[in-house]
């Protein structure tokens, strides 16, 4: 049988299934973080271990990363159901690690800043999905400035300043939001090249998922240090 191009409407429906498969994924990830996080802080004796036994949250740190460079370099390589529990594996480390959040910050500004976090997230998803403006320039200065702002960090570690630590901050959230805008718009060109196949759709989907998780939980931890109140 001949296969027939899709029409505009077709197209539109096949772009939507694939960027809702995206979201999907990188809610997932989100709940697994938060399931980790509410499951670890239920645990005192594993708790105190990871937040006081240096070795063992830096080894922690350690596997994120390597879990997010593999899925990176390999996800098109894999099998979805490996990307996909890669993904998960990292998204539940993740959430041990970001349980000192909810040690930090009460639960009441840690809840607000989600919320805070999630809408500004939508707005600039939809803005990079709907916008006819190529963003790759906008991008590459976002991508610099996450640079930047990972050697000032680095740097602010030992000089310990509370004006840097600001500047940081909100060159941080800028950063993000140019991310989040030319993230999705990435996606969208993505979809627009067309996939080998489905099953290359759904692990590109699961790749997508991981680019726009890191983008949400990076700029969550900056807003929470505007929005989030400490601790007692």
Same mark, same amino acid.
Not at 48 to 76: D, Y
Not at 133 to 144: F, I, P, Q, V, Y
């Given at each position: ?27 997932? #990830? &989100?709940? *697994?973080?938060?399931? %980790?996080?509410?499951?670890? +802080?239920?645990?005192? =004796? /594993?708790?105190?271990? @990871?937040? !006081? ?5 830096? #080894? &922690?740190? *350690?596997?994120?990363? %390597?879990?997010?460079?593999? +899925?990176?370099?390999? =996800? /098109?390589?894999?099998? @979805?159901? !490996? ?26 500004? @840690? ?122």
């Amino acid at each position: 049988m001949e296969n027939k191009p899709m029409t505009g409407t077709g197209v539109q429906a096949s772009e939507s299934s694939f960027i809702s498969r995206v979201y999907l994924w990188m809610s997932a #990830g &989100l709940a *697994v973080s938060a399931a %980790a996080s509410f499951w670890l +802080l239920t645990q005192p =004796a /594993l708790l105190k271990a @990871v937040f !006081t036994n240096w070795a063992l949250l830096i #080894g &922690l740190v *350690v596997a994120e990363f %390597a879990l997010v460079i593999w +899925l990176s370099a390999a =996800a /098109l390589r894999m099998s @979805v159901a !490996t990307a996909s529990l890669v993904f998960l594996a990292y998204s539940f480390l993740n959430g041990i690690t970001l349980t000192s959040v909810l040690l930090i910050y009460t639960g009441a500004s @840690v809840l607000s800043t989600f919320a805070i976090t999630a809408g500004t997230f939508f707005f600039f998803s939809v803005y990079g999905m709907t916008t006819k403006k190529d963003l790759t320039s906008m991008g590459n200065l976002a991508m610099m400035g996450l640079f930047g702002i990972i050697i000032a960090g680095v740097v602010n570690f030992f000089l310990k300043s509370t004006a840097l630590y600001w500047v940081t901050t909100f060159i941080g959230i800028a950063v993000f939001l140019g991310l989040i805008a030319w993230d999705t718009q990435k996606l969208k060109n993505l979809h627009a090249m067309g996939f080998e196949n489905a099953e290359m759709e759904k692990k590109a989907a699961v790749l997508g998922a991981l680019t726009v998780y890191l983008d949400f939980i990076n700029l969550f931890i900056l807003l929470l240090r505007i929005f989030g109140k400490r601790r007692d």
